[in-house]
T-cell receptor, first 116, second 114 residues
């Protein structure tokens, strides 16, 4: 079945540094990928929709200069958390949908970010 | 109108019992209703999904019941097993084949007692 690979699975960084998270669709092409943030015991909060070859669409309240999204190819989207602060610590999850008709959404295994 | 309301927030079921999780929506334009299963530290995995043109879909021990007029749908897990202990999210979207975002419920933490 379709696989979405997310890397790294966990990362610890110091306050003020930037962290890049990769999301790859391994066996299908995804024109659109989604980035979510999930706090402990809570639901997934959509941060932005990443479109291949164009600018990402950010949800209300999500700082686009803080969370930089690049979707350079049909199989790769990246989320960069810039100038990270402890409040950015969270579980970040990406998802992608095969560009073919009637395909479901597949999720990566998430990235646990801890900012010290 | 974009919300999907999920209940209960948490559920404890004896092994072998039936687990039932309910969801309700308002937007009648929703036409795709998936359920996701998430284990701690992992991303959600698609469990089963239904479209509004059918009232029930069954895959193994998992069944979705859909009531279009009531705008409600539910997940039934038959013969619940300890390995089913996870968080379950219902969701809804418009036109699965396009790039529309999926709206998630708040999740149900299910614990199956051994």
């Amino acid at each position: 079945g379709a696989v979405v690979s997310q890397h790294p699975s966990w990362v610890i960084c110091k306050s003020g540094t930037s962290v890049k998270i990769e999301c790859r669709s391994l066996d299908f092409q995804a024109t659109t990928m989604f980035w979510y943030r999930q706090f402990p015991k809570q639901s997934l909060m959509l941060m932005a929709t990443s479109n291949e070859g164009s600018k990402a669409t950010y949800e209300q309240g999500v700082e686009k200069d803080k969370f930089l999204i690049n979707h350079a190819s049909l199989t790769l989207s990246t989320l960069t958390v810039t100038s990270a602060h402890p409040e950015d610590s969270s579980f970040y999850i990406c998802s992608a949908r095969d560009r073919s008709y009637n395909s479901p959404l597949h999720f990566g295994n998430g990235t646990r970010l801890t900012v010290t | 109108q974009q919300q999907v309301k999920q209940s209960p927030q948490s559920l404890i079921v004896q092994k072998g019992g039936i687990s039932i999780i309910n969801c309700a929506y308002e937007n009648t334009a929703f036409d795709y209703f998936p359920w996701y299963q998430q284990f701690p530290g992992k991303g959600p995995a698609l469990l089963i999904a239904i479209r509004p043109d059918v009232s029930e879909k069954k895959e193994g021990r998992f069944t979705i019941s859909f009531n279009k007029s009531a705008k409600q749908f539910s997940l039934h897990i038959m013969d619940s097993q300890p390995g089913d202990s996870a968080t379950y999210f219902c969701a809804a979207s418009i036109a699965m084949n396009r790039d529309d975002k999926i709206i998630f419920g708040k999740g149900t933490r299910l614990h199956i007692l051994p």
